[in-house]
């Protein structure tokens, strides 16, 4: 039988092991996140909470530790998976060139927009080319120093994004929209609406 103390060392080592694969999701390296390990360890947390007031002084204040923690990094990861759902940044996916999303910021400026589908069926080559040739403009425009992305390059590199980010949210389609961020050129992705 698995006493107290084993116990609690399976649950600071289950929060460790869910919490690297919470980060694996949020960069990118899963698919989906880890929901099983979670269900798992939301039982052995419910089990120790019930037991809690029977327990010796130095035990309970280990198992609060614990759940305080546990509760923590709950709410953090419910609020990331939330944002990667709206097409938001998180911590771990910061606003990056190309693929990132969100409402124009202080300093932004949008130039242009399109939307393609996320399975590949419609016109998207031709949103994705109106964007390109936006993307061109702007650099020629603003300095120049972009080195010219040839456009099967950046056609396969938007179309792998979004195919990325249709397995991820599961949208049907998203909106490609071509901001200015400090004079510079950047393309941000989101669910389209």
Known sequence: METLEDELDRLEEGLRHLR??????????????????????????????????????ADRFRINTLLSRYQILTQMWARNVRQL????????????????TG???????????ARCSTTGAGAEAEAIRTVY?????????????????????????????????????????????LVLVDNRPTLKLRSAR
């Open 20 to 57: 690297a694969e919470y980060n694996r999701y949020f960069v990118g390296a899963a698919d989906k996140p880890p929901q099983e390990t979670q269900f798992e360890l939301r039982a052995l947390v419910q089990r120790l909470s019930e037991n809690i007031s029977n327990q010796r002084t």
């Open 85 to 100: 759902e709206e097409g938001q940044p998180t911590p771990l996916r910061p606003r990056g060139r190309v693929g990132n």
């Open 103 to 113: 409402s124009p910021g202080p300093g932004e400026r949008e130039v242009a927009s």
């Open 133 to 177: 040739d936006a993307w061109v403009e702007c650099a020629q425009q603003n300095g120049g120093d972009q080195p010219r992305l040839p456009w099967e390059t950046f056609y396969g590199k938007v179309r792998g994004r979004i195919e990325q980010h249709g397995e991820r949210t599961g949208a049907e389609a998203v909106e490609l929209r």
